[in-house]
């Protein structure tokens, strides 16, 4: 039996660094800028729509986000670096994707996966621990359970374990690879 893989590299982005715009003022878009804010709370984002849901006012009114009430044109790209389609019309999220492709942009298209540079996975976060989950855009629900888990099995004090260790690291002499090997002795019995 061939097992497939996931192909995904996963990566921590600064978000925070980073301009991203979401396209789209409903449910979608929500749930989009929900993820991303609660992942990155200082996110630089925009959204751009015709009309936003009450909700999504809301959200961006309490962090203080850019809205724009206007139809999608290519030039909201400008000095973009990650673009979010979340809107209810397909050809609309087509023309997204294909005008982020020209300007070299990431871009999302909500539940299109073939439209996609990146997945919004499962994120848990622990203090300075953050794991993300990915199934390769096959189910969300999978890796919803398994960030339930791990927000279960991490204990909430890990950051002072992660605080120790950084204290100690900066403490080891020697080269890159003893440095290594201390760390390991040090906490090879962590998950035991």
Same mark, same amino acid.
């Given at each position: 039996?061939?097992?497939?893989?996931n192909?995904?590299? $996963?990566?921590?982005?600064?978000?925070?660094?980073?301009?991203?715009?979401?396209?789209?003022?409903? %449910?979608?878009?929500?749930?989009? @800028?929900?993820? @991303?804010?609660?992942?990155? $709370?200082?996110a630089?984002v925009?959204?751009?729509?015709?009309?936003?849901?009450?909700?999504l006012?809301?959200?961006?009114? %309490?962090?203080?986000? @850019?809205?724009?009430?206007?139809?999608?044109?290519?030039?909201?790209?400008?000095?973009?670096?990650?673009?979010?389609?979340?809107?209810?019309?397909?050809?609309?999220?087509?023309?997204?994707?294909?005008?982020?492709?020209?300007?070299?942009?990431?871009?999302?298209?909500?539940?299109? $996966?073939?439209?996609?540079?990146?997945?919004?996975? #499962?994120?848990?976060?622990?203090?300075?621990?953050?794991?993300?989950?990915?199934?390769?855009?096959?189910?969300?629900?999978?890796?919803?359970?398994?960030?339930?888990?791990?927000?279960?099995?991490?204990?909430?004090?890990?950051?002072?374990?992660? #605080?120790?260790?950084?204290?100690?690291?900066?403490?080891?002499?020697?080269?890159?690879?003893? %440095?290594?090997?201390?760390?390991?002795?040090?906490t090879? #019995?962590?998950?035991?």
């Open positions: 039996m061939l097992v497939e893989k192909e995904l590299y $996963p990566i921590f982005l600064k978000v925070n660094q980073l301009n991203t715009i979401i396209v789209g003022g409903g %449910k979608v878009a929500l749930e989009k @800028l929900s993820f @991303l804010l609660k992942s990155s $709370p200082n630089k925009a959204l751009i729509a015709l009309d936003f849901s009450s909700e006012l809301a959200l961006t009114k %309490k962090h203080k986000i @850019l809205t724009m009430q206007r139809p999608y044109t290519s030039n909201i790209l400008h000095k973009q670096h990650m673009v979010i389609a979340a809107t209810n019309d397909s050809e609309v999220n087509a023309q997204i994707y294909k005008d982020a492709k020209e300007k070299q942009l990431l871009v999302n298209v909500a539940d299109t $996966p073939h439209l996609c540079d990146f997945y919004l996975g #499962g994120i848990v976060t622990k203090g300075n621990v953050k794991i993300a989950i990915s199934t390769n855009g096959k189910s969300p629900t999978t890796a919803k359970r398994l960030r339930q888990f791990f927000e279960e099995v991490i204990p909430e004090d890990i950051n002072l374990l992660v #605080g120790n260790l950084h204290r100690f690291r900066k403490t080891i002499k020697g080269n890159f690879e003893s %440095k290594v090997n201390a760390l390991n002795k040090l090879e #019995g962590l998950l035991n």
